[in-house]
């Protein structure tokens, strides 16, 4: 049987590092044998044969990819939807310059091969080849794909630049293992440098955008009078901003509306309505009855809009713009006239892998370059351009996550096709523990996406004959979580190097959220309830005294969350470029200027303090 398997470093995998604090700290021996037992068998979970099976799914009720996406492929006629909207605009450098020439000169961008080699280039490689342009974009995500296409429909020569893969509707597998070695930073195994959180982040032409679980939540009044009120950030409570989150929201087709919920919110929704507890729909930038459990490996169909489905596709159609995948910035350069205090940026500098295997180095030469590549990202490529300020890559919030499990057997509710994979991955939101009222900063309470893969990689590994029986429940158990507004934070070293330290608030309110999530779970009916904690304790609800449950979820709920004997996701980083008036705390001006570059505006991340959305 040929299998597919995931390609493994010891960078992103964190096996030195796991070793590392072994070394150092005895107590954490079990912790991180644990977490390293959960990659072998996330391994193992996400292996397919050549016909994108894998043996164990039919045990765990699992049917792979989407089943109607493979029909839509077989029967699609129409280009556009085979191939996407952006297929005419993508250039990929791995070909003959000539044929390059041509694709850029449709776009309006010119390209020239220097004859010497530039010597001002810090990279020791000269450039094979410049290409001209109006305004360089470092990323295509939520900030760069947006500014992207804006500047092209306003007659302005773009050049996109995306480190990761262009996965056009045709080329998506809907796999765990093949989508996240494709369109995830690290290949979707990237953590703190602690093992304290498990970092989720899009690395693919439409950044996060392309595999988030469509929430398009509006910044909500509270934290908009804070970054107004107490960083002097006059922007955010202006009429401006706000037309500005109505014409984006307008532009992503958002709307509140669901036709069929799915089983995990179905059962959120359940459980605080039979506690009373607040619950309400989340506005998503994907159609009513966009019926997808699978939009975080890619949308089949695009009606989940994400700027590949929106503002660069104003790029491409504009005909005043290229995206170039695969090829990744490491400088942005700039030079200083005599007598003047600041650079003026010139271009960014950028790597590609050639068709013969090797690394190739061009220069994207623009009049304005705009640096937006994730909270992960820019602060690496912004310090290795030379720029000194303290405050970049400090401040970064990733809204930690745990959660609770509740299993409802077949043949009990919901009724037996629904599936915890399938449907919408977020349309229910409880505020019970949010605090907006309040200090603002709490949890919301939200479900996940978790295919087999991720889900075996959290659950707790107690015995084998334990964890199969979890993994033979698997279509049926149903998650929760609970989000922080956080107030700790932490700094990114490099793209691949985090350190994050929890607050103690953080602790206490994702504590009050885990709580308020395991009686959700009971509440709407779940058979058995459980965290992810590696002691790996579970109730049987329906057989147990109101006092036994009580003493339960009191338990569960008060376990430390700081010395990861429970998993702590991110699917959110922000700040790490943060926003401010004052240069001593921060790393861009409020026009998200940096005070030492003339013509470079970073468009990623800049928020001066977390923000829930």
């Known amino acids: 049987m040929k299998l597919h398997r995931r390609r493994y470093s010891s960078e992103v995998a964190g096996f030195p590092v796991m070793l590392q604090v072994i070394k150092h700290d005895k107590g954490a021996l079990y912790h991180h044998l644990n977490l390293i037992i959960s ?9 397919v044969n050549e016909k994108n099976e894998n043996p164990c799914w039919k045990a765990i009720d699992y049917c792979g990819p989407d089943p109607d996406f493979t029909k839509q492929l077989q029967h699609s006629i129409n280009t556009e939807t085979y191939f996407g909207p952006l297929y005419k605009g993508i250039v990929r450098l791995n070909k003959p310059h000539n044929i390059i020439a041509e694709a850029l000169q449709r776009s309006r961008l010119s390209i020239s091969i220097p004859r010497y080699p530039t010597t001002h280039f810090k990279n020791p490689k000269a450039p094979s080849m410049v290409i001209k342009c109006d305004a360089v974009v470092v990323g295509s995500g939520s900030g760069g794909g947006v500014v992207a296409g804006v500047l092209a429909k306003s007659g302005y020569r773009v050049l996109v630049l995306e480190k990761g893969n262009y996965c ?34 899009g690395s693919t032409v439409g950044g996060g955008s392309a595999i988030n679980w469509s929430a398009s939540i509006k910044t909500p009044v509270h934290v908009r009078n804070e970054w107004s009120e107490c960083y002097d950030l006059e922007l955010f409570k202006s ?10 929201c307008e532009r992503m087709g958002v709307q509140s509306q669901v036709k069929d919920e799915g089983f995990n919110n179905m059962v959120l929704r359940k459980g605080c309505e039979e506690l009373g507890y607040p619950v309400d729909n989340i506005p998503r930038n994907s159609s009513p009855d966009h019926y997808c459990g699978w939009c975080c490996l890619g949308c089949k169909d695009g009606r989940k809009k994400g700027t590949s489905e929106t503002w660069l596709v104003d790029l491409i159609e504009s005909g005043n713009g290229t995206i170039l995948p695969g090829c990744e910035a490491v400088e942005v350069i700039h030079n200083r006239k005599k007598g003047r205090d600041r650079s003026t940026a010139k271009g960014v500098l950028f790597e590609f892998i050639h068709q013969d295997g090797t690394k190739q180095v061009c220069f994207a030469k623009s009049k304005v370059t705009i640096v937006a590549c994730g909270a992960m990202c820019t602060p690496h490529l912004l310090k290795k351009s030379g720029l000194k300020n303290p405050n970049i890559g400090k401040n970064l919030h990733i809204h930690p996550v745990v ?4 299993h409802f057997p077949s043949g009990s509710w919901p009724e037996a096709e629904k599936k915890s994979y399938k449907g919408g991955i977020m349309t229910a939101m409880s505020t019970v523990v949010a605090d907006f009222k309040g200090s603002g900063y709490g949890a919301v309470i939200q479900t996940p996406a978790l295919h087999p ?6 659950m707790p590994w107690v015995s084998g004959s334990d964890f199969k029986a979890r993994m033979s429940k698997f279509s049926r158990t149903a998650h929760v979580f609970a989000l922080a507004r956080d107030k700790g934070s932490g700094e990114t070293h490099s793209k691949t190097s985090i350190t994050y330290k929890m607050d103690v608030t953080d602790e206490e309110n994702l504590k009050r959220g885990l709580e308020k999530s395991l009686r959700i779970l009971a509440a709407a009916g779940a058979e058995e309830i459980g965290t992810h904690n590696n002691k790996g304790k579970t109730l049987n609800v329906k057989n147990v005294s109101y006092h036994e449950f009580e003493c339960f979820v009191r338990e569960e709920s008060s376990r430390a969350l700081r010395d990861i004997s429970t998993p702590i996701c991110s699917a959110h980083q922000m700040g790490s470029c943060r926003m401010g008036v004052q240069a001593k705390g921060s790393a861009v001006n409020p026009t998200g200027r940096h005070g030492r570059w003339k013509d470079c505006m970073l468009r990623t991340r800049v928020f001066s303090r977390r923000h829930w959305v």
């Not at 990659?39 to 292996?47: H, N, Q, T």
């Not at 009429?239 to 984006?248: I, P």
């Not at 893969?453 to 959290?458: H, I, K, P, Q, T």
Request: avoid cysteine.
């Open 239 to 248: 009429k401006l901003y706000e037309e500005a989150l109505n014409v984006v």
């Open 453 to 458: 893969g991720m889900f075996s990689a959290l």
């Open 39 to 47: 990659s072998f068998i996330l391994r193992d979970i996400v292996v």
């Open 168 to 201: 056009a509707r045709s080329n998506l597998s809907l796999l765990e293992g093949p989508s996240m070695d494709d369109m995830y930073l690290g290949r979707g195994l990237l953590a703190t440098s602690n093992m304290e959180a498990m970092i989720l982040a």
């Open 403 to 406: 959660m609770a499990w509740g």
